[in-house]
T-cell receptor, first 112, second 118 residues
């Protein structure tokens, strides 16, 4: 059974700092990995999707890397802003294309 | 529509009451998912539809939970005889992909239906 762990569970940083969120998974036979953002009281918004053949994906100030062999992914946020405050979740396919396993998330607070 | 729409957004049910949660996926999306998210946790898979066919219901926690998508668009998640442990956010998501829901295309989530059982 795929298990996904995210560290840290919560993070508070001053505005402008660069930061790294970590995601690890137990079954490395994955097709892809996706990072989501969840704002309080809201659904999930997809940020980045990395295919298993890729090592990283970039979107604006966000960069996600994937190391399948070690079962790890990182989400790098450059020059953090208060608007980045949210919970960040990583997700991997589990036991089939359509079933996805989520981590428990990292709750980020960026202080102005 | 422009996004995945869920209703009701908030529901308070008395223990033992039946509830029905509705999901309107993005038009044309083949795949539809239901997830359950407890407070402080990541979403947990409940069930998956490809058009009107329910291909995977392995995540449904008990036989009190039932989902349907009779015409391959709108889906309803029904919970019978609700219990306090059913209190959670129920998230619906859809994807254009047929059977590789997350391998190539993004899945889009609704804002969820927040269920509180008292």
């Amino acid at each position: 059974k795929q298990e996904v762990t995210q560290i840290p569970a919560a993070l508070s940083v001053p505005e402008g700092e660069n930061l790294v969120l970590n995601c690890s998974f137990t079954d490395s036979a994955i097709y892809n990995l996706q990072w989501f953002r969840q704002d309080p009281g809201k659904g999930l918004t997809s940020l980045l999707l990395i295919q298993s053949s890729q090592r990283e994906q970039t979107s604006g100030r966000l960069n996600a890397s994937l190391d399948k062999s070690s079962g790890r992914s990182t989400l790098y946020i450059a020059a953090s802003q208060p608007g980045d405050s949210a919970t960040y979740l990583c997700a991997v396919p589990s036991g089939g294309y359509q079933k996805v396993t989520f981590g428990t998330g990292t709750k980020l607070q960026v202080i102005p | 529509g422009a996004g995945v729409s869920q209703s009701p957004r908030y529901k308070v049910a008395k223990r033992g009451q039946d509830v029905a949660l509705r999901c309107d996926p993005i038009s044309g999306h083949v795949s539809l998912f239901w997830y359950q998210q407890a407070l402080g946790q990541g979403p947990e898979f409940l069930t998956y539809f490809q058009n009107e066919a329910q291909l995977d219901k392995s995540g449904l926690p008990s036989d009190r939970f039932f989902a349907e998508r009779p015409e391959g668009s709108v889906s309803t998640l029904k919970i019978q005889r609700t219990q306090q442990e059913d209190s959670a956010v129920y998230l619906c998501a859809s994807s254009f992909e047929r059977n590789r829901a997350i391998s190539g295309n993004t899945i889009y989530f609704g804002e969820g239906s927040w269920l509180t059982v008292v």
